[in-house]
Every structure is written in C-alpha cells, then in structure tokens.
C-alpha cells in the first residue's frame, strides 16, 4: 500500500463526508468516492465492493462503509477513527438541535435550503451508479442482473438484504458448478 | 439511581437495535420506534415523529440522528441537566455502532484475506451488478413512489423531494455539474442550498 494515512487525517476526512451525507448511507456514496479517488486511498474497483458487504452486514450502511474503509487504510485503529469521524457532526448537530433549536424543522429558511438540497442528492446518488456501472457491468449477463436488482427494489418494493442474499447464492452455485466443470 | 438504571437500559436497547437493524436507516426508524415509543414509553408519538423529521432534514445517517436525539431527549427530561442528556447521547449513539463495527471488522478482514482468490473474485463479480442496481433503486425511490393494483401499477412523484418543475431543473443541474462538470458533490450541496433558498 502507499504511504500511511495518518489516524488523525482520516477522522477529519471522514468527518467531512458525515457532514455533507444528507438522506441516509447512499448519499454518502458519492462523497466516499470522490474523497477516496482524489486520494487516491482506496483502489476504485473497491467501492462497490466495499458498499456490497457494507450492506449485507447488520446497522448503518454509512457507518458500516466507515469501518470498512477505515480498516482497508489502517486496520482496526483506523475504522475506529473513519467511524468516529463519520458521526461526529451528527452528534454534534443533533445535541445543538435538541438543546437550543426546538423549531428547527419548522423554520422557513430551513425548509428552503432544504428543497434545494434534496434533488441535487438524488442526481449525486446516480453519478456513482453510473461510474460504477461503467466499470464492473462488463458482460450483458451483468447489465441484467443490475437491472433486475434495480427493478426488484424500486418497482416491487423487495428490502436490498434480500436481492443481496439470493444473488449471493445464485453466484455462489454458477461459480462452484463452473469451477467443478473445468476440473 | 433511576438515571443510570434508564441509561443501561438504553445501552441494551439501542445495542440489540443495531444488532438486527438489516436494510439501513429506515428499517432502524420503525425498531427504533417500538422500543422507545411502544415497549418502553420513554417518548410519546408525536415527539418521536418531530425527532424523525429533524433526522431526515440535518446531515449525518438518519439512525444516528435519531439514536443521539432519542438518547438527548429520554434523560434530558428525566433529569433536567444538559450534560446528563449529552450522556445520554452518547451511550445510544455508542451502542447502536458496537455490534456493526465488531461484525463489520470480521467482514473486513475475511476480505483483505480473500481479495484476490479466485472463486471470491467470481462470486463478487455477480454481486457487483447487484450493488450498482441497488444503488439506481436508491436514487428512483427518491423519485417515484409505486403502487400496486393487482397487475398494473401507479407511479406518483415523492413531493417531499420533489416539490415542483424547479425540482427537476435542481436534479438535472447537480447531474450535469457532477457526471460532465466534474464538480465535487461537496459542492453540488452547498450550491443546491443556495440555489433551494433563492428559489423558494
């Protein structure tokens, strides 16, 4: 691996992405991407990877693609720091709210830099999908099986764990039965 | 005596919430939800509605938000000392991350190990495609909500995302300015803030 990432470096870079992920663990995608590439920290064929096992494990996706990351720079000591970083401005955000702003969601100013926010997100979360796609959909058996993914969650309303689970064993058998043949 | 008793039984609470939380914030919203509103009423309904809102609208993954209000708000009003609430916070924030990070690390190292075995890479080859599909379901739910009647289907626009034609105009903007425009997403955000304030 390239030189060490200080602990200290990674907490703050993974603060910065817990304060610009707004509407939960896939609009920290884009962040984690550009952080990553522009480091180049993580390889770029990691990332959908990292998102794959992130989210076939139980709790937060964001918080899960933290201790991932953190570990693949600098072991437990670093997923520790990665995962500290990534909630801090929450915390901190939050406890302010809860303390001082009780009419925060109520406030028009609020509302409106919110309406603006919460398309740009969506654009942002399909940038990531499509540089993704770009890379790993090499075959068209592999376009199918984003499609069907795409499909089952968002038309049919299946929870993500499970299109992860059936295409795990799927995989798990063609590339056994593949492997068995070729012996 | 009673707050360190509620401040053990958040820790466990929030713990087994993280434990069998499968399928992210959300899913973790309605756990949350039945123990805090319904098995232990430490909050009322509407209280815990407000603190959903607020997690949805500030950054940071929603289940923290929500697991740092909720932590803030049950001892807060219990004791009535800020510094007891930020206690509070800070031990349903910790033990909702605990189990990820010891079953995450587990994950982590069988990959590091695996990385370039052959059979692994095979298997991963299927599940990338997957991942990217779910990332573009991430990105429609956004949009569209989908109804089922029997055999046909309804599609309705998310207004809470999608509040009118300036909407779009946002949407296809902050995606030129990051597929084409190569501007960091950091930016796209700030700009569309800007951008929803002047607008609106």
Not at chain 1, 14 to 36: N, Q, V, W
Not at chain 1, 60 to 65: C, D, E, G, P, Q
Not at chain 1, 104 to 118: M, S, T, Y
Request: with cysteine.
């Amino acid at each position: 691996m390239k030189e060490k990432v200080s602990l200290w470096r990674l907490f703050l870079v993974f603060s910065k992405i817990g304060a610009f992920t707004i509407g939960g663990g896939y609009a920290m995608i884009p962040i984690i991407e550009r952080e990553m590439k522009r480091r180049g920290w993580i390889p770029e064929e990691e990332l959908p990877d990292i998102v794959a096992l992130s989210q076939s494990a139980p709790g937060l996706l964001a918080v899960n693609i933290s201790i991932f990351a953190g570990y693949r720079l600098r072991g437990v000591k670093g997923s520790v720091a990665a995962t500290l970083g990534s909630i801090l401005p929450s915390f901190v955000i939050i406890l302010l709210i809860a303390m001082v702003f009780t009419a925060f969601k109520d406030n028009a100013i609020v509302q409106r830099v919110f309406l603006g926010i919460r398309p740009a997100v969506i654009a942002l979360i399909a940038v990531p999908m499509l540089n993704m796609a770009r890379r790993s959909n090499k075959t068209w058996w592999a376009w199918l099986i984003s499609a069907l993914a795409l499909a089952g969650v968002a038309f049919l309303g299946i929870s993500p764990i499970w299109i992860l689970l059936v295409t795990l064993v799927l995989a798990v058998s063609f590339v056994y039965y593949k492997e068995r043949r070729a012996r | 005596m009673e707050i360190l008793l509620t401040l053990l039984q958040l820790f466990g609470t929030f713990f087994v919430i993280g434990l069998f939380t499968i399928g992210g914030g959300y899913a973790m919203l309605s756990l949350i939800q039945g123990q805090v509103v319904v098995d232990h009423a430490w909050m009322s309904e509407s209280a815990f509605t407000d603190i959903v809102a607020i997690s949805q609208m500030t950054p940071g993954p929603i289940g923290i938000n929500c697991a740092t209000y909720v932590g803030y708000d049950v001892i807060a009003g219990m004791s009535g000392s800020h510094l007891l609430g930020i206690v509070g916070s800070l031990v349903t924030t910790l033990a909702l991350v605990i189990p990820s990070f010891i079953i995450m690390l587990l994950i982590v190292r069988a990959y590091t190990k695996f990385n370039h075995n052959p059979f692994f890479e095979g298997v991963m080859s299927w599940l990338r495609p997957a991942v990217v599909g779910l990332i573009g379901a991430a990105a429609v739910v956004l949009l569209f909500r989908f109804t089922w009647d029997g055999w046909s289907v309804k599609a309705a626009v998310v207004r809470e995302n999608i509040a009118d034609w300036k909407s779009w105009l946002l949407l296809g903007g902050a995606f030129v300015a990051s597929y084409w425009g190569k501007v960091g997403p950091i930016a796209v955000i700030i700009l569309a803030g800007i951008a929803g304030f002047l607008l609106y």
